[in-house]
């Protein structure tokens, strides 16, 4: 299994501020995940965070909205940039881990943004 | 783009009786996974199928996959309190990246 921390766990934000989201592993990963997901809605992938290089973004999602750093194999930040009450969702970081063929997703508790 | 669709949305069931989840995806797919999550709580895995027509059991859980592996079910056999929650099933996308159904959300009358 994986043990996987956010920070912070909730936060009240003013429309137009940024906050950013630390995700902490408890052992080295090749990738991490980044999802939102919008109250009583299934999880969405925004990117992929990969160690030394630049993270890649589905559909819908651009870097300049969601920054994300990715110094070492056990750590990752997101950041909601220039937030609106649209971007009130839980954000979730995940990593995948198992042998081959058979991976599964451990997912961090989730960080809970209320933007007013 | 692929999709991955689940119904029903929401399942009322008295406490005792059968719970079934299904899963269509547009394409087909190498595997499928399904996750449990509990209200307030973040997804929990819960198993892998990989093998077409493949069956797993875990206790009063009985995951399917479809034999042209471009379906799937979850039945829950005499539900109990412990089962609230939303299921979600998810497949590979492209780069292997998952994609996550809309959920089936679980409540239990007592």
């Known amino acids: 299994s994986a043990v996987i921390s956010q920070k912070p766990s909730r936060d009240i934000c003013q429309r137009g501020t940024s906050l950013t989201i630390q995700c902490q592993v408890d052992?080295?990963?090749?990738?991490m995940f980044w999802y939102r997901q919008q109250p009583g809605q299934s999880l969405t992938l925004i990117a992929t965070?990969?160690?030394?290089?630049?993270?890649?973004?589905e559909s819908g999602f651009v870097i300049d909205k969601f920054p994300i750093s990715r110094p070492n194999l056990t750590f990752s930040t997101l950041t909601v940039s220039n937030m609106s009450p649209e971007d009130s969702s839980i954000y979730l970081c995940?990593?995948?881990?198992?042998?081959?063929?058979?991976?599964?997703?451990?997912f961090g508790p989730g960080t809970r943004l209320t933007v007013l | 783009g692929q999709q991955v669709m689940q119904i029903p949305q929401y399942q009322h069931v008295q406490e005792g009786e059968d719970f079934t989840t299904y899963c269509n995806s547009s394409?087909?797919?190498?595997?499928i996974q399904w996750y449990k999550q509990r209200p307030g709580g973040h997804p929990v895995f819960l198993i892998q199928?990989?093998?077409?027509?493949e069956v797993k059991k875990q206790k009063r859980l009985t995951f399917q996959f479809g034999e042209a592996k471009k379906n799937s079910s979850l039945h829950i056999t005499a539900t109990q309190t412990t089962d609230v929650g939303t299921y979600f099933c998810?497949?590979?996308?492209?780069?292997?990246?998952?994609?996550f159904g809309k959920g089936t959300r679980l409540h239990i009358l007592p």
């Open positions: 995940s990593v995948e881990r198992g042998i081959v063929g058979y991976n599964e997703q451990f």
């Open positions: 052992s080295q990963v090749t990738m």
């Open positions: 965070a990969n160690q030394g290089s630049e993270a890649t973004y």
């Open positions: 394409t087909t797919l190498s595997n």
């Open positions: 199928l990989v093998k077409s027509g």
């Open positions: 998810a497949g590979p996308h492209r780069d292997d990246k998952i994609i």
